[in-house]
């Protein structure tokens, strides 16, 4: 289902008024008129279905006002108007530390994390990481462009994402660790973690869903994925000896830019499907 993501909620008429480029966006590319619905995703997650009110393309103003449902009274077969809000929250936080890939490898790793509903990214700078790469997050993590955060608000009007995912500055390796243990302090989830990296070999490693079975009532997930040189040996013992498990998947080769939604993808699933599969004693 697509969205339009707003930046502000709507006033205490129940009206959104959209400018400049956003207002172009529904004008001219979803080429909303008068009278059209569509749902928005307020600040916060809640998901609102609005009605386009007005549109003035030579002002790049259109004003969104808040939709009635209409609802059907089963006793008394009468319809009644109220305003639709729907909520949806994601039931795991997940959070992505990619090494610093090459810009367009980038790009893809972040539209298809958004479209997953990662909850936060961070670019580590990384051993094996090209120069050229990790000048380029650098720039375009700082939000200097803004190009990632237009990918960002792209990717979720496409998919329908309720979360907000963030992207931090790029970080080296013991930063990012750091970043990762003080937020679970903050959140009171030492205990309730589950800390992975992948790696292409298969020493110091276990399979994914052993590794999710050894974790009760996980409340959010860190993923630490490669660039094209991968991981370098002492990047991925520090890792380990400070509490991130490795895991290797028995698969082909995979580039970055897969193993990353690869990995996003598996580990949701074994998560969310944990009750249906975990090891029975």
């Excluded at 998901?47 to 259109?62: C, E, F, P, W």
């Excluded at 006002?65 to 009468?78: G, K, R, V």
């Excluded at 997953?116 to 990384?126: A, L, N, Q």
């Excluded at 931090?168 to 030492?190: C, F, G, M, R, T």
């Amino acid at each position: 289902m697509r969205q339009f993501v707003a930046e502000s909620s709507p006033d205490k008429n129940g009206c959104l008024y959209i400018e400049g480029k956003k207002a172009r966006y529904l004008s001219a590319v979803l080429r909303c008129v008068p009278g059209d619905m569509l749902y928005v995703r307020l600040p916060g997650g809640g998901l609102q279905q609005m009605t386009v009110a007005s549109v003035d393309s030579a002002k790049k103003r259109v004003v969104l006002q808040i939709a009635a449902s209409t609802s059907i009274d089963s006793s008394s077969n009468e319809s009644s108007a109220k305003a639709l809000p729907i909520e949806k929250k994601s039931g795991l936080e997940l959070w992505l530390f990619q090494f610093a890939a090459k810009p367009a490898k980038m790009e893809l790793i972040v539209r298809q994390a958004v479209e997953c509903g990662v909850s936060r990214i961070i670019p580590v700078e990384g051993e094996f990481c090209q120069k050229g790469s990790v000048e380029s997050v650098q720039k375009k993590s700082s939000g200097s462009d803004g190009r990632w955060e237009r990918i960002i608000t792209e990717a979720r009007e496409q998919s329908g994402s309720p979360v907000e995912t963030q992207i931090s500055p790029s970080l080296s390796v013991e930063k990012s660790l750091d970043l990762w243990h003080n937020h679970l302090k903050e959140i009171n989830a030492q205990q309730n973690n589950l800390s992975l990296v992948l790696y292409e070999r298969t020493e110091n490693t276990m399979p994914l869903h052993r590794a999710v079975a050894s974790v009760e009532d996980v409340k959010i997930a860190a993923l630490f994925v490669g660039a094209e040189g991968g991981i370098s040996p002492a990047e991925y013992s520090y890792l380990t000896q400070n509490g991130v498990q490795g895991i290797h998947f028995a698969t082909n080769i995979l580039r970055c830019e897969t193993a990353a939604l690869y990995g996003i993808a598996a580990v949701q699933s074994a998560l969310v499907e944990k009750e249906l599969w975990q090891f029975k004693e």
